[in-house]
């Protein structure tokens, strides 16, 4: 039986002391042994106080320096293990076996990352595990990687730093150069990890969030998102488990991502021109 890559987890956070020890302790509770790296980026509450009670390893990244590339990278420096994962302060694994169902997709050494997903890809069926290559990211490069908990390689991330430039998707932008590479992403439905942050902020921030995600695909996909683009998108997209194809439809924030994108992709191209 071949050994378990060694195996570390970057948390990054600021001011998350109301949600970060339980997603300590959901790692804690890992089938998989593993080791908690920490990039606190200015936290002012008791953030720090309790990460040092979790972690192996902190790291504090000085507020004006941050990004989430730069984050990721600091802590990837930091960790030890030859398989990373990066998991959101505010994100608890439900599963057990989070970590050790994401170790087992890297018997395939085409697979340089992990993540899982809600919505399914365009053209995927809802539960199917799909192996995102980089003519899928061109066909839609807003679905894929989401670092908010995810995994991946470190010998690609070492030739494969994230970028950190990038006001916003990290994750898509370095899914894009590592696919182009011939490696693919394992979106796997079990893998995902709730995150009520996108919506916890209502409506407007949600908005504002969804358009500095395409503002930050414009700077390296060269496909222009369209109304008609947002309009097939709406219509085709299959629902997430549990929820009806009328209830998605309908749905405000599902609608609201849309526009978003839409307006995101045309503020970007108008800027570039």
């Given at each position: ?27 804690r509770r ?7 790296v ?21 790291v504090?990244?000085e507020p004006?320096r ?10 990837a ?11 959101s302060?505010?994100c608890?694994?439900?599963s057990?076996?989070w ?14 990352a ?10 995927a069926?809802?539960?199917e ?15 894929g ?15 494969f730093a ?32 709730v995150?009520?942050?996108?919506v ?5 921030a949600?908005?504002e969030r ?16 369209g ?6 998108e709406?219509?085709h ?13 309908l749905?405000?924030w ?16 108008k800027?570039?021109?």
């Amino acid at each position: 039986m071949p050994l378990m890559p060694t195996t570390s987890v970057i948390v990054r956070c600021r001011d998350k002391q109301n949600t970060i020890e339980a997603t300590f302790a959901a790692l804690r509770r890992q089938s998989v042994g593993v080791q908690i790296v920490v990039v606190d980026s200015g936290s002012r509450d008791g953030t720090l106080d309790i990460a040092r009670r979790w972690c192996d390893e902190l790291v504090q990244l000085e507020p004006e320096r941050f990004s989430y590339g730069r984050a990721l990278n600091v802590g990837a420096e930091a960790a030890a293990g030859s398989v990373l994962f990066a998991l959101s302060a505010h994100c608890a694994p439900a599963s057990t076996e989070w970590v050790e169902r994401s170790l087992a997709h890297y018997a395939d050494s085409s697979v340089a990352a992990t993540s899982g997903y809600a919505v399914p890809p365009l053209g995927a069926r809802p539960g199917e595990l799909v192996l995102q290559d980089h003519a899928r990211l061109r066909a839609d490069p807003f679905c894929g990687m989401s670092n908010h908990a995810s995994s991946w390689r470190r010998d690609v991330w070492e030739r494969f730093a994230f970028d950190e430039q990038l006001e916003a998707c990290e994750d898509r932008e370095w899914s894009w150069r590592v696919t182009a590479a011939g490696y693919v992403i394992a979106m796997d439905p079990a893998l995902q990890v709730v995150s009520r942050h996108r919506v916890a902020d209502g409506p407007r921030a949600y908005f504002e969030r969804n358009v500095r995600e395409a503002r930050g695909v414009a700077a390296f996909a060269p496909r222009h998102y369209g109304v008609p683009d947002a309009i097939a998108e709406w219509w085709h997209t299959s629902p997430p488990a549990g929820r009806s194809r009328t209830q998605l439809l309908l749905s405000p924030w599902h609608v609201t991502a849309l526009a978003a994108k839409w307006w995101g992709s045309r503020c970007a191209r108008k800027s570039i021109a």
